[in-house]
């Protein structure tokens, strides 16, 4: 899934050319890239598929030349996350109606590529075997309320051995909820990461999206598309799919501790790059005198130099400049849309 | 005189693109325009003269394509202000024996051209009818110790109702030293601008400097220049004829206030910029929010915000970026030299 537009990462990233096409942690790969690259083992190249937005095609094809063509599906419009995966779903199945299949955001960052691939491979080896529906479960480090969380049946013996049913999916807490939740120890951070059967998934759009698997099944040429998946219901795969599932019992997830975010803002981009002795995070060629606590990406400047800067953060991209206080980092779309 | 070579503006200015080319007040004309702007009816397009390093010729021609292209004069090196003067008094010389010369550096800005244009006629009226070498001087507004400083006497009436004979040239003072320069009342800056007629000056050159002379003289063709200009004595105008000519009462300056600014240093620049209400002076397509106290340049970017800066330079060219605190301005020139 490579649709997003990530607002919150201006100038550097703009809806023209959002983050998961960036070498965001200035390793020379970017996060879609890094993403196709922590399946090496787990996936053959022409068995990936890309769901994006038609105006990201080219960026695609550039930045992954190895995926077939016609394995890169251009939505016309946005319809968020059901329509986006029943889409690759229904295609998959035109191909190999037993697939295994894995779903995942193309803009979050995985530390620990190995345990990942053990954590998909035993999620995978699960679902050839069962119709399990099954959800990756960040274990938390913190009482974050920036995410949805997964709560774990607790009373279970485990299903195997680190995966367990779910008892149900909770909204994005609050700060006193989070706590609990990570007190708790049976509530995993909702990555959006999914391994089922291509067969157990559209059967539970059938189930519980019928208009959806209908949809579905009137896409069969290039201009049935263009019609149909714009009108397409506009809904999570979380709401149409994983929480009714849930609540039917068909819903597992397999902890998880592989160094994820999904670098949904500054503050988890500094906290996954690599800091110098004074804090700063900092991407490109960029010389800092005097700065401390500060993340920085001018990944295409040819020259950055910041002093006596304590706390910002600064983004350069193109002809475009950001600097900010790194606590005001929720103001950048509001900035980024001033004239 | 536009050879400069700018290195306190960087990344603003560069060797490759100094300030006098640069559209340094964002008003829409470079400093180098504004100079030439600002002899509006004293001084007629076929009667300029740029002496420039050989680098910037296509700069000077794209800029001010209304000079004659064989009155820019492009020096192979840089050897000083003596010798760049000279040789262009010697190819007036040769083009009008009789003419009335005006001296001015190619990066000063002047905020009131009405009344520079009214001194510099008083100068051209005093040496069309005397030998006298004039140099205007500005009335100081503070203990500058950033320039040199011409001493009027004060004991002779005025030679003509405004000019006066120089007593001496001072070189930079400490700050006790300008703090009595400037409560005497007859210490002027030195603003580099000087009026002469070319014999005069030329009179002068071979008496205080025949080495320059001869080599002027030598200095026929093409070859010429390119094998003797390198080997002139590296001298400046001050140095050469000023001191020793002042020395030998031939010196007279025109004392002048009209908002002159030699633009030295980022200090000068947010000086002669409109503020807003927070006092930031800022060019280019800059948002600013809660700053104070900035200096921007940005002159090409598409869009810069900036959040939460007090007393900060910020200076933005093509790929490069700097980002100080005024306080350490002076470490400009060492940032931009660092790897």
Redesign the interface.
Same mark, same amino acid.
């Given at each position: 899934m490579a649709g997003g537009i990530g607002s919150r990462f201006w100038?550097l990233s703009t809806p023209e050319f959002p983050k998961q096409f960036i070498d965001i942690l200035g390793c020379g790969r970017t996060l879609i890239q890094l993403t196709v690259d922590r399946f090496k083992g787990v996936c053959p190249m022409e068995n990936f598929w890309v769901v994006t937005n038609a105006s990201y095609v080219d960026i695609v094809r550039q930045q992954l030349p190895e995926i077939p063509v016609n394995h890169i599906l251009a939505e016309p419009a946005a319809r968020n996350t059901a329509p986006c995966i029943a889409w690759a779903c229904w295609r998959i199945k035109a191909e190999d109606s037993e697939a295994n299949v894995v779903v995942t955001p193309a803009d979050a960052v995985v530390m620990n590529p190995e345990e990942f691939r053990r954590v998909i491979g035993n999620a995978l080896k699960f679902t050839e075997k069962s119709d399990a529906i099954v959800t990756v479960g960040i274990k938390p480090s913190r009482p974050e309320t920036g995410y949805g969380y997964v709560e774990t049946q607790t009373d279970a013996s485990p299903a195997e051995s680190e995966i367990h049913k779910v008892a149900a999916f909770k909204e994005k807490p609050d700060l006193e909820t989070a706590e609990k939740y990570l007190k708790a120890g049976n509530y995993l951070w909702n990555a959006g990461i999914f391994v089922w059967n291509v067969k157990t998934i559209i059967e539970a759009i059938k189930t519980y999206k019928p208009n959806i698997s209908s949809d579905m099944e009137r896409m069969k040429t290039e201009a049935d598309v263009q019609e149909v998946f714009p009108q397409c219901e506009k809904i999570s795969i979380d709401y149409a799919v994983m929480e009714p599932a849930a609540a039917d019992g068909k819903v597992y997830t397999h902890p998880a501790d592989f160094g994820w975010s999904d670098l949904g803002n500054w503050a988890s981009l500094h906290d996954k790059l690599q800091k110098d002795s004074e804090n700063n995070g900092a991407v490109g060629k960029v =010389?800092l005198?005097e700065c401390k606590n500060c993340v920085v990406h *001018?990944e295409?400047?040819? /020259? %950055? %130099?910041?002093? !006596?800067?304590d706390g910002?953060i %600064?983004s *350069?991209k !193109?002809? =475009?400049?950001?600097?900010? /206080?790194r606590s005001?980092e929720q =103001?950048i779309k509001e900035?980024?849309q *001033?004239d």
């Open positions: 100038p =010389r005198y *001018a295409d400047a040819s /020259k %950055v %130099v910041l002093q !006596g800067l910002y %600064v *350069a !193109g002809d =475009r400049l950001l600097v900010c /206080k005001e =103001r900035f980024s *001033a």
